[in-house]
């Protein structure tokens, strides 16, 4: 089963330039995620996807967008990338976000390094 | 608003004993409370949750939890541990309602480590 596959699983990039990172469940899940992992700050959540067609801010947007593709799809843009974006990016899905006691399953995430 | 605290940045065991890692909760209403792990380069995986019911809660490779509404806690224990119990670990709880739906909340994590 390969659940939450993300891709590219390593990227350098330099300030300025535009990336987007790829997601995709199969899963069948309705919602997906995606976050941010920087040290001592947990995981921070970036934009999600309640359901097929719909977005919404998390708690750190500024500098990113996403589009929700299909309902295997979420991806993350990069418009114009910054130092301070420089994290491990990851994607989670869940069976139905209004589902709350559902777990969420997660990608093995994107190492962006921006210099 | 919600929020879960992990206060430990890091435990050390020895392999055989006991283990516990710290969780407490802040919410208003039921609480939804989660642990997830995470080993090198991968992603959480999830091991455990509480919703309802019973406080022990049992979950994958041997971990359990104890809920404790008194003390807002949630901690993770396992009776034996393992070297290969080494890993990053964090507590979750389920946010306020929001646009969509619920948003998990994640803990700032605390790493595990076990001496053989």
């Known amino acids: 089963n390969a659940g939450v596959t993300q891709t590219p699983k390593f990227q350098v990039l330099k300030t300025g330039q535009s990336m987007t990172l790829q997601c995709a469940q199969d899963?069948?899940?309705?919602?997906m995620y995606w976050y941010r992992q920087d040290p001592g700050m947990g995981l921070r959540l970036i934009y999600y996807?309640?359901?097929?067609?719909?977005?919404d801010k998390g708690e750190v947007p500024n500098g990113y967008n996403v589009s929700r593709l299909n309902k295997r799809e979420f991806s993350l843009r990069l418009e114009s990338a910054a130092p301070s974006q420089t994290s491990v990016y990851f994607c989670?899905?869940?069976?139905?976000?209004?589902?709350?006691?559902?777990?969420?399953?997660f990608g093995d995430g994107t190492r962006l390094s921006i210099l | 608003a919600q929020s879960v605290a992990q206060p430990e940045d890091q435990v050390n065991v020895a392999e055989g004993n006991p283990l516990t890692v710290k969780c407490t909760y802040s919410?208003?209403?039921?609480?939804?409370l989660f642990w997830y792990v995470q080993y090198p380069n991968r992603g959480l995986q999830f091991l455990l949750k509480?919703?309802?019911?019973?406080?022990l809660v049992k979950g994958s490779y041997g971990f359990e939890a104890e809920f404790n509404k008194s003390q807002t806690s949630f901690h993770l224990k396992k009776p034996s541990a393992l070297v290969s119990d080494s890993a990053l670990y964090f507590c979750?709880?389920?946010?306020?309602?929001?646009?969509?739906?619920?948003?998990?909340?994640f803990g700032a994590g605390t790493r595990l480590f076990v001496k053989a």
């Open positions: 989670a899905s869940s069976v139905r976000q209004l589902y709350s006691n559902q777990p969420q399953h």
């Open positions: 899963m069948n899940h309705n919602s």
């Open positions: 996807s309640a359901s097929e067609g719909t977005t």
């Open positions: 919410v208003s209403g039921n609480p939804y």
């Open positions: 509480y919703i309802t019911g019973d406080n």
């Open positions: 979750a709880v389920r946010d306020t309602l929001v646009a969509g739906g619920f948003k998990t909340i």
